[in-house]
């Protein structure tokens, strides 16, 4: 799977959108960019995910490059409680289709601030 | 609510004590997973099941048993566990696929390990 690179932190203010980037320069051309993210102490929550085209769902959209060489997440509107950890992940169906293997890791501490 | 539960929320265990972790999904879905994350770490992946067939074992130890006895529930059996065992053991599950859904994993709230 391709590796990916995020900021470690990011503050952003309660009610403005919180870009979080994520470069993935080695993807290739069946991966895709998936995001997650998790708040203190619980389990990890899907996002949104995309392969080529920009994404939208009730949570956040998904802009990727033409190239797909990077990605952003937005939060449109930021609250309080959007303080996580947000991963990004890239990767593709393991032989036989069955499962996507999602490799953790560090992610963005992405803090929201009154 | 992600329709994925685990039992119990937390649990405190000596190094001779035999436990098991539950988890149970509500979404119909044919794979589940076990992960461990310990403090200041990511998580890593542990086991994973298709179809009640275990299809990946990440080198986890063998004090560490997994079980998938139908595609709803899956279980975790310690046993003289370690005190560096000591971590957020998360369950999740997912429909598998070969669209970009089946990337989409659901987790639970995570079993708090801590073994004494």
């Known amino acids: 799977d391709a590796k990916t690179t995020q900021p470690t932190s990011m503050d952003c203010a309660e009610g403005r959108a919180a870009n979080l980037p994520c470069n993935h320069s080695?993807?290739?051309?069946?991966?895709?960019v998936y995001w997650y993210r998790q708040i203190h102490s619980q389990g990890p929550q899907y996002i949104i995910h995309g392969l080529k085209n920009n994404e939208t769902n009730e949570m956040a959209s998904l802009i990727i490059t033409e190239d797909r060489k990077s990605s952003t997440l937005i939060l449109p509107h930021a609250t309080l409680r959007d303080t996580a950890v947000y991963y990004c992940?890239?990767?593709?169906?393991?032989?036989?289709?069955?499962?996507?293997?999602?490799?953790f890791g560090k992610g963005t501490l992405l803090t929201v601030n009154p | 609510e992600t329709g994925v539960t685990q039992t119990p929320r937390h649990l405190v265990m000596g190094m001779t004590n035999k436990k098991s972790l539950k988890c149970e999904q509500h979404l119909g879905h044919n794979a589940m997973y076990w992960y461990k994350q310990s403090a200041k770490k990511p998580l890593e992946l542990m086991f994973v099941?298709?179809?009640?067939?275990?299809?990946e074992n990440n080198s986890v130890p063998s004090r560490f048993s997994p079980e998938c006895p139908n595609s709803s529930h899956l279980f975790l059996h310690l046993h003289t566990l370690q005190p560096e065992d000591s971590a957020l053991y998360l369950c999740?599950?997912?429909?598998?696929?070969?669209?970009?859904?089946?990337?989409?994993?659901?987790f639970g709230p995570g079993t708090r390990l801590t073994v004494t």
């Open positions: 999740a599950s997912s429909q598998p696929g070969t669209s970009g859904r089946a990337g989409e994993q659901y």
């Open positions: 992940i890239v990767t593709h169906p393991r032989s036989g289709g069955s499962n996507y293997k999602l490799t």
């Open positions: 080695t993807i290739s051309g069946n991966e895709y």
């Open positions: 099941y298709n179809f009640k067939e275990q299809t």
